[in-house]
Nanobody, 113 residues
Framework: VQLQASGGGLVQAGGSLRLSCVAS????????MGWYRRAPGNQRELVASITKSGVTNYADSVKGRFTISRDKAKNAVYLTMTSLQPEDTSIYYCNSFPPGNYWGQGTQVTVSS
C-alpha cells in the first residue's frame, strides 16, 4: 500500500485547507491512521489520528481547529484545517499510527501572516 498526500498550498492566516490522503489499497489495512507534520528544523510530530471506528485524537496545538476524518469507500483520510496560523507551516504527511514504512513526499502547507 502506498499513501499519497495532497491538498496543501499557500493560505493567509485565519484561512482553511483540506488535505487528502489516498491509499493505493484498502485503508482498512490500518487500525489507526495519522496526519503528521514537520516544520524546518523540527522533528516530525503527530497532528491527528483516527481509528477504524472513528475515534479521533489531536495534538493540543491543533485541537479545535483541525478535524481528521476517514472514508473507507474512497480509501482516504482527510485533514480539515481551519483558523490556520503561521506556526502551522509545515510539510504534512499521512501514515499509519504508529508510523510504518509508508512515508510519501507529503504536501506543503504555508501560512502567511
Amino acid at each position: 500500500v502506498q499513501l499519497q498526500a495532497s491538498g496543501g498550498g499557500l493560505v493567509q492566516a485565519g484561512g482553511s485547507l483540506r488535505l487528502s490522503c489516498v491509499a493505493s489499497g484498502s485503508i482498512e489495512t490500518f487500525l489507526m491512521m495519522g496526519w503528521y507534520r514537520r516544520a524546518p528544523g523540527n522533528q516530525r510530530e503527530l497532528v491527528a489520528s483516527i481509528t477504524k471506528s472513528g475515534v479521533t485524537n489531536y495534538a493540543d496545538s491543533v485541537k479545535g481547529r483541525f478535524t481528521i476524518s476517514r472514508d473507507k469507500a474512497k480509501n482516504a483520510v482527510y485533514l480539515t484545517m481551519t483558523s490556520l496560523q503561521p506556526e502551522d507551516t509545515s510539510i504534512y504527511y499521512c501514515n499509519s499510527f504508529p508510523p510504518g514504512n509508508y512515508w510519501g513526499q507529503g504536501t506543503q502547507v504555508t501560512v502567511s501572516s
